[in-house]
């Protein structure tokens, strides 16, 4: 009941966002790429948008059957490459590519331990996770701060779990993020609001007389809905400090597993130069149903040119 609350709530936001179609195009006068170019913001025909995007999650509890307990640290880094370019001259149109190398760690080592990139029996393993081919879109003229990104994630390794543990999901995931932002009057406060679904396609983890299937994926033939909630406020048009909320759920399409959990997070954004800009955030995952309960640090750089 609490998950259909949150998410049906997130859908009226949502819409209540849409009533502030009549924008304009342009951008902010004497702003800067932080305000102008968020993710629902589309690139002009041969402009290029590099994203090096890092994210680092460690645990020592988790939800296991609806319970809460103890387990040892584990550490979960994923460093992602992101190179999109504006292909039309109406700015409906950007195309790119997300690669994504993953570095995880096991049974109690430090979370620093995922940056020696080892694979190492029963203790460590990195390796490049998916490939994805991508396409952002914005389709309604009076919305030109509303788009659409779609991305096809191709897995690039053998198995999701080997003698040395887990890499990433052994899944082809298509992947449709919804963006919508709206900047306040006296431009100092900026909403931002996502809705992202992920569908997982491949082999069950499990075959059918329940034994376990080392070439699937443990969220196959299951689809995520995950909405989130940015507020940023910018006490200069290069600075802003930001907290969020976002959910995801798993639901199970026939691979009888599912699972959801929430978090939230605070954060900053700063514009170095002209090109670049730098954020740093932090996220603590209050609540989950078969999931860790952890915390997440993240940093990435974007260059805009």
């Known amino acids: 009941m609490t998950k259909n609350v949150f998410i049906l ?54 939800n296991a059957n609806g319970e809460n307990i103890d387990v040892p640290r584990s550490n979960f880094f994923t460093t992602s490459l992101e190179v999109f370019t504006g292909i039309s001259e109406t700015k409906k149109w950007n195309a790119g590519v997300i690669i994504e190398l993953r570095s995880n760690s096991f049974g109690g080592q430090s979370t620093t331990s995922v940056f020696n990139f080892n694979n190492e029996l029963g203790k460590s393993r990195t390796g490049i996770g998916h490939i994805a081919p991508s396409v952002k879109i914005a389709p309604f003229e009076i919305l030109p701060r509303f788009s659409i990104q779609s991305s096809f994630y ?27 932002d709206y900047t306040f009057p006296g431009e100092k406060f900026q909403l931002f609001s996502e809705l992202g679904t992920r569908l997982f396609l491949g082999k069950k983890n499990k075959n059918n007389d329940g034994s376990f299937n080392p070439n699937g994926g443990f ?4 689809l995520e809905v995950a909405p989130g909630v940015f507020l940023s406020y910018f006490p200069t048009s290069k600075f802003t400090v930001l907290s969020y909320v976002q959910h995801a759920q798993l639901i199970d399409l026939g691979n009888e597993f599912s699972q959801n959990y929430t978090a939230l997070g605070t954060g900053t954004k700063y514009q170095l130069s002209e090109v670049l800009n730098i954020e740093l955030l932090y996220s603590k995952f209050v609540r989950g149903y078969e999931s860790g309960l952890g915390q997440s640090f993240n940093m990435g750089l974007r260059a805009i040119f």
């Open 9 to 62: 709530g997130f859908i009226l936001v949502f819409n209540t966002l849409f009533l502030f179609a009549q924008e304009k195009e342009e951008l902010f006068e004497g702003t800067s790429n932080i305000q102008n170019y968020t993710p629902s913001k589309l690139l002009e025909k041969g402009k290029w948008d590099l994203k090096w995007f890092n994210n680092l999650y460690t645990q020592t509890r988790t």
């Open 154 to 180: 191709i897995p690039v390794f053998d198995k999701e779990t080997n003698e040395n543990g887990y890499l990433a999901q052994k899944s082809f995931i298509w992947q449709n993020r919804f963006f919508y």
């Open 219 to 222: 969220a196959n033939t299951s």
